[in-house]
């Protein structure tokens, strides 16, 4: 287990965010760390494997590759499956699901896919033990996942169990929230080392300002949740108590304050029961207010990183940016005059400020007249988006505005 074929998949734009953190982490570099669309391979070994289940904030999952063999049909892969050694990870007790993932490949139904993996895995244990582990669709102990593209099959083991993003701290959520892994690569892109201030204006439940929050205290994303790997045979509780109590240790008082605002105070009593559960309810500091007219919540200028209302989110914009037709409207003069207020009001409020902003609108510098100085491509689920980065100097509105690329 010291040499473990690791593929962690992250959100399309994430990739060499992803690939940095992992080398933080682990110190990987060279051919054990491969950067490629749609994550990052990683040659570790098992412990690797739980560490980067436990600090990773940018991965959606930590699979062990297990097979990568060529195919033409469905029986290819029932033999591909055959020949893994599924004893060494796993027992007849536990229950497990295959899920497939493919790209351009030839094969009719992925379902019918599925199905021949999940009988050959089953097999295999029956001609081993006599026995044969059952299926669980729903809240299966060991997850089996097989990508397929045009010619080749790739088959994995989750080591992660539910995806990373979920933290283990946000039970009250509104409408669209963004997920934990997003807002981690937010942070990510904006260089944001908690050096200054944080603030979210549109903080919803709070995502943002606490995986904000966390960062500034070094407490490890997975430090409150459980994991697949848990339920393999190779799992060791010495060591991963080891790993968690090391993360334990590392937790620190952030040096600065992170804070949010959002207009619906219900959104902000979500906020703050959120915080608590993450720990960093004595770092966060919540508040209800209008965007529009929030003051700065800091005398020292920072850094504004904002997932504002579009779509579905836009009726939470603000006076000026509610909207009754949900995505529709969200490009319409409701939701234009909303960016383009918020703007003016940065403008002449926020000297000093650097706001981070993501949408799918590739026109919002126009809307808002200000000039970016930087954009990063980032994807919010299937929603394509862009990062913007505008730094906010008194008198900074553009008079003539071209459309961002």
Request: aromatic fraction near 10%.
């Amino acid at each position: 287990m010291n040499a473990l074929q690791l593929f962690l998949p992250c959100a399309a734009g994430v990739e060499g965010f992803l690939a940095d953190e992992v080398h933080r982490l682990t110190g990987l570099a060279g051919d054990d760390l491969l950067t490629g669309r749609g994550g990052v391979s990683v040659r570790a070994s098992w412990r690797e494997a739980m560490r980067l289940n436990l600090h990773s904030r940018l991965a959606q999952r930590v699979l062990v590759q297990l097979s990568h063999t060529p195919y033409r049909n469905e029986q290819d892969l029932y033999e591909a499956a055959s020949a893994v050694a599924w004893e060494i990870w796993f027992t007849p007790r536990e229950t497990f699901k295959v899920e497939v993932t493919a790209q351009h490949s030839p094969l009719k139904s992925l379902n019918f896919a599925g199905l021949k993996i999940k009988d050959a895995v089953a097999d295999r244990f029956r001609h081993k033990s006599g026995e044969r582990p059952s299926v669980d669709v729903q809240w299966p102990h060991v997850r089996v996942y097989a990508h397929l593209t045009s010619d080749h099959a790739t088959l994995y083991i989750d080591t992660s169990g539910e995806p990373l993003f979920k933290r283990g701290w946000r039970e009250d959520k509104g409408e669209a929230p963004l997920k934990e892994t997003l807002a981690a690569a937010m942070i990510a892109a904006s260089g944001w080392d908690a050096s200054v201030p944080l603030y979210d204006p549109c903080c919803g439940s709070g995502t943002i300002a606490i995986e904000a929050a966390q960062v500034a205290c070094n407490i490890a994303p997975g430090f409150l949740r459980r994991f697949g790997f848990e339920r393999l045979l190779p799992f060791q509780a010495h060591v991963w108590k080891a790993l968690w109590e090391e993360a334990r240790e590392m937790q620190r008082p952030s040096p600065v304050p992170v804070f949010g605002s959002d207009v619906a105070f219900r959104m902000v009593d979500f906020a703050q029961r959120n915080a608590e559960r993450g720990g960093v309810a004595d770092t966060v500091q919540l508040r209800g207010g209008d965007a529009l007219q929030r003051m700065p919540p800091s005398e020292t200028p920072g850094v504004m990183l904002v997932n504002p209302p579009y779509g579905e989110r836009i009726e939470t914009a603000g006076v000026a940016g509610k909207s009754q037709g949900g995505r529709e409207r969200a490009e319409t003069e409701d939701g234009g005059d909303f960016f383009a207020q918020l703007a003016s009001h940065w403008k002449k409020n926020y000297s000093g400020w650097t706001a981070w902003v993501l949408t799918p609108d590739l026109k919002l510098p126009t809307r808002m007249r200000l000039k970016e100085s930087r954009r990063v491509p980032m994807w919010n689920g299937p929603i394509e988006c862009r990062l913007f980065r505008f730094d906010m100097i008194r008198g900074s509105a553009r008079k003539d505005a071209n459309p961002g690329s």
